[in-house]
Nanobody
Framework: QVQLVESGGGSVQAGGSLRLSCAASTYISRWNCVGWFRQAPGKEREGVARIYTDGGVTYYADFVEGRFTISRDNAKNTVYLQMNSLKPEDTAMYYC?????????????????WGQGTQVTVSD
C-alpha cells in the first residue's frame, strides 16, 4: 500500500523558515510528479508547488513569490518543501500528494495518494 508521510511542520514567527518533508513508501519515480498543497481553516485546498520527478522541473503558485523551493531526492523517495520568509497567511495544513495514474498531473490531484498533512502555523 502506497503511503506518503509529511513531517517538518511547526510554529514559527513571521519571517522564519521551515522545511517540510514528504517520504513515500515507494519509488517517487513511478509518478510523473509530486505536489504540495495546503488548506487553511474555512478555505479551499490550494496547490503550492509541484515537481516533476524526471528532470526536476518545478512550478509554484503565484503567492509563493520566490519564498519556497520544492526539491526531490529520488534515492530517498522524498520530496521537500523549503519555506522561507513565512507569513501569517501561510498558516495551513500542508499535504503532499501524487497522482494515482502514472502520467497524471499534479496541478489538481482528484485521484491520488495523499499524506496525513503537517501543520504550519506562522505568528506575527
Amino acid at each position: 500500500q502506497v503511503q506518503l508521510v509529511e513531517s517538518g511542520g511547526g510554529s514559527v514567527q513571521a519571517g522564519g523558515s521551515l522545511r517540510l518533508s514528504c517520504a513515500a513508501s515507494t519509488y517517487i519515480s513511478r509518478w510523473n510528479c509530486v505536489g504540495w498543497f495546503r488548506q487553511a481553516p474555512g478555505k479551499e485546498r490550494e496547490g503550492v508547488a509541484r515537481i516533476y520527478t524526471d528532470g526536476g522541473v518545478t512550478y509554484y503558485a503565484d503567492f509563493v513569490e520566490g519564498r519556497f523551493t520544492i526539491s526531490r531526492d529520488n534515492a530517498k523517495n522524498t520530496v521537500y518543501l523549503q519555506m522561507n520568509s513565512l507569513k501569517p497567511e501561510d498558516t495551513a495544513m500542508y499535504y503532499c500528494a501524487a497522482p494515482r495514474a502514472t502520467y497524471g498531473g499534479c496541478d489538481r490531484i482528484t485521484d491520488g495518494y495523499w499524506g496525513q498533512g503537517t501543520q504550519v502555523t506562522v505568528s506575527d
